[in-house]
């Protein structure tokens, strides 16, 4: 939510800001690096969980799960009680579905398969209010209910969170220059799967085309200073890959990922030992 967490139940709210937000500005500005959690599961206990585990950010994927709004509130609430940024990624570019998420105060919102200049400003215009933009007024939670002073939150609510457009088509790439010649972007991120799918290589993120594609993606950031996620399963060599290209953050896996990986891991230790123990246990 945009507002200073040190005023929450003083009264009236006087500062627009997102101290999430800005501990975030304040890393990747200073060389690091964030790690992104995925949440696709609807309790937000597994959010505030991953939250307390060490991720920076927490990307809530509605685009994949078809998330309520009430899920999605849920969600907002459980990373902010950890202090870490919470990323939403909608299900696509309709300003409709768009402001009820907006109204619920994210820290950052992904946008996904933009290709061009249009659809990216066509996203961020849904993103602000006029005469920037054609969102219309409503913000309720995202303005503390009220509580800060219209005029300080319309001032102030575009720095309070992220609009990010997420690059997963060949198209897009081609695009990207003039795409990032649109005001309003604040960070793009990279979907490797269906940027292979646009050119017939699903399955292949290593392959000669798709690397020279992500390559290209990661200069053209570079070139216009807007910080560069990925999108990824995690491995070593896929972690060392996007450091060399500058990545400033990482979404890494999905909570259903972490409970395969550590269930896994679990379950097979546990199976070895008693093999070892000449124990049965298939």
């Not at 409970?259 to 049965?280: C, M």
């Amino acid at each position: 939510m945009p507002v200073n967490e040190n005023n929450i139940g003083k009264g009236e709210i006087k500062t627009m800001e997102n101290p999430r937000l800005l501990r975030l500005k304040e890393k990747l500005g200073n060389g690091g690096v964030a790690l992104c959690g995925g949440v696709y599961y609807t309790d937000s206990l597994i959010t505030e969980q991953l939250g307390v585990l060490g991720f920076d950010m927490l990307w809530i994927d509605q685009e994949h799960t078809g998330f309520s709004l009430e899920n999605i509130r849920n969600h907002l609430q459980a990373a902010a009680l950890t202090g870490k940024v919470s990323m939403v990624r909608v299900t696509d570019h309709d300003p409709a579905r768009i402001k009820p998420i907006l109204e619920l105060g994210p820290d950052a919102v992904i946008f996904p398969m933009v290709n061009t200049a249009e659809q990216a400003r066509a996203v961020i215009e849904a993103c602000l209010y006029p005469p920037e933009g054609v969102r219309g007024y409503g913000p309720i939670r995202a303005q503390q209910f009220y509580q800060v002073p219209m005029d300080e939150y319309l001032r102030d609510v575009k720095d309070c969170f992220w609009r990010v457009i997420q690059i997963e088509h060949e198209e897009g790439v081609r695009n990207l220059d003039e795409i990032l010649s649109v005001p309003g972007i604040d960070s793009v991120v990279v979907g490797p799967n269906d940027l292979a799918a646009s050119i017939g290589l699903l399955g292949q993120n290593k392959h000669p085309q798709m690397l020279k594609l992500m390559d290209e993606i990661a200069k053209t950031c570079r070139r216009h200073n807007v910080p560069l996620g990925a999108s990824i399963a995690y491995n070593e060599q896929n972690i060392r890959d996007w450091i060399g290209r500058g990545a400033a953050w990482f979404g890494i896996g999905m909570d259903m990922s972490y409970i395969n990986t550590g269930a896994k891991s679990v379950i097979d230790g546990t199976k070895k030992l008693l093999r070892e123990a000449g124990k049965e246990n298939d």
